[in-house]
């Protein structure tokens, strides 16, 4: 409970920053969505069967952008946490949890057309585990974190669509826990082995560095008001040799998230994330059982994950001081 109290202190600090910050300097413009949801479900002498749960997400969206004269610098800031409570678990188990942090500095060259720098940074929170097996842990605060530097041309024909076009790009893969980089986690170099095929602790690289092209494209709208749509689609093709993509496997790493938002009134909202991955130079961690050993395989399948809420909702307008 520590760890998830901190997670909400967190949030609200955020919060606060945005507010405090953004009337000091004329040309930036702070908006942002906070939202916190819950889904509750209870059986009685029920025939069709079902288990007691509850859960609940907090999602923070923040945006803050500076435009003066052909210069413009656009932030967002995504922060997600939901925790699961059923009847036949012992504690409650992490459902979602993000930290995913954008940086886009661009000068306008002509109607349509951008010199641009994309930076990306995206990690967790807290660790993850092997569910039903909660005595693996498979992820943790910045295992893995990733990190993109991209520098190409920005195409932005209208406020709310946009492609960026990178002929190089920077990518990053950070494992910064030696026994998950040991196995090699999330596309890392695993460890060496001796002669008798052990595993060397302590041999394992904790990071990756990848070289290639990059396209993303965005879009964001609002849709009278009520309906918000919003929509990241990053593509990125790898340069360098990959000893964990399998043979005939092209290297492309492929993340599309989607985020839908309705607003039913002033303080209540439905939200919608979608989140797919293709990543072939990933791995699967896990262990059957605690006395069982720990296997990897590539994952090299489409990753999809979705959640719903419906909740309290407070969308935070421009903090600019009008005079």
Known sequence: MRKIFTVFVF???VSVFAQESADTTKPWKVTGL???SFTQASFTNWSAGGENSVAGLVLVKMYADYVKGNFSNNNSLTLKYG???NESYNQPRKNEDLIDLNSQVNHKISKSWRISALLNFNTQFTNGYNYPNDSLVISKFMAPGFLTISPGMLYKPSDYFSVLLTPITMKG???LDQDLADLGAFGVDKAETDTAGNMI???GKTSKIKMGAFMEVYFKKTFKESFAFESKLNMF????HDNNIPEGVTPIDVNWQNFF?????KWFSTSLFVHLAYMPGDVFIE???INEPITTKPNDKLQIKQTFGVGLAYTLKDLKKKK
């Open 11 to 13: 949030f609200i600090s």
């Open 34 to 36: 906070g939202s916190l």
């Open 83 to 85: 925790i699961q409570q």
């Open 173 to 175: 893969i950070f494992v």
């Open 201 to 203: 602790a302590g041999t």
């Open 237 to 240: 093709y790898n340069y360098l």
């Open 261 to 265: 938002i309705y607003r039913i009134n």
């Open 287 to 289: 262990r059957k059982g």
